[in-house]
């Protein structure tokens, strides 16, 4: 059983469009990461949500997270052919601190 | 500043020989991680290393891998006899003390003939 679900898994897009990628949980979560893995390279960190509710925008790219701390979303704007990779969420779970548990992703591609 | 490095990149080895893998941490960060990734997966955790205290093995897959860090910085991840299924990218990652925000290196594609 995975902690974290991500959906879709698969997203292929033509550039312009608007696209929304999940990341949901039973459990609660102190704080969830996003980050984006082009390949041949390790994931690079987007951004850290930490407060139930809180938006945060970085350019094209809106998180939230949910009141509750066991979902997230990331929408994205406009996308561009740059936007393509795998998405991934990451949450701690309890007080292991440092240990992150990563959702299997979901693979944009955006077609220019 | 420089960032997490992993060496080799590429490794070959034939099923049944010992491979090692190296991973250079960010320097100050405390944490390290050892993480391994199949065609198109996600990623699948391994060991974890904070400090001086004892790691979290609860990944290893068997008791052919092994890690160890030597003076709180460089890491070894170690695979004996191995098989066509550790065929992977194996990503370390570094972090902070009090943050769980984890900086990868490029990763190292094993390749088990």
């Known amino acids: 059983t995975q902690l974290l679900e991500q959906s879709p898994q698969f997203l292929s897009i033509q550039e312009g469009e608007n696209l929304t990628v999940y990341c949901n949980s039973s459990?609660?979560?102190?704080?969830l990461q996003w980050y984006r893995q082009e390949p041949g390279e390790g994931p690079v960190l987007l951004v850290t949500?930490?407060?139930?509710?809180e938006v945060k925008k970085l350019k094209r790219l809106t998180f939230q997270f949910g009141d509750a701390r066991k979902d997230s979303s990331l929408h994205i704007t406009a996308a561009q052919p740059g936007d393509t990779g795998l998405y991934l969420c990451?949450?701690?779970?309890?007080?292991?601190?440092?240990?992150?548990?990563f959702g299997r992703g979901t693979q944009l591609t955006v077609w220019p | 500043g420089a960032g997490v490095s992993q060496s080799p990149s590429n490794k070959v080895t034939e099923k049944g020989k010992d491979v090692e893998l190296r991973c250079d941490p960010i320097s100050g960060h405390t944490a390290l991680y050892w993480y391994r990734q199949s065609l198109g997966q996600g990623l699948e955790f391994l060991i974890y290393?904070?400090?001086?205290?004892?790691?979290?093995k609860s990944g290893l897959p068997s008791d052919r891998f092994s890690a160890e860090r030597t003076g709180g910085s460089v890491s070894t991840l170690t695979i004996q006899r191995t098989q066509q299924e550790d065929s992977a990218v194996y990503l370390c990652a570094s972090s902070q003390r009090q943050t769980y925000e984890q900086y990868f290196g490029p990763g190292t594609r094993l390749t088990v003939t």
């Open positions: 990451a949450g701690p779970v309890g007080s292991t601190l440092g240990r992150l548990y």
């Open positions: 949500v930490v407060t139930g509710g």
């Open positions: 290393f904070q400090g001086n205290s004892a790691p979290d």
């Open positions: 459990s609660v979560f102190s704080s």
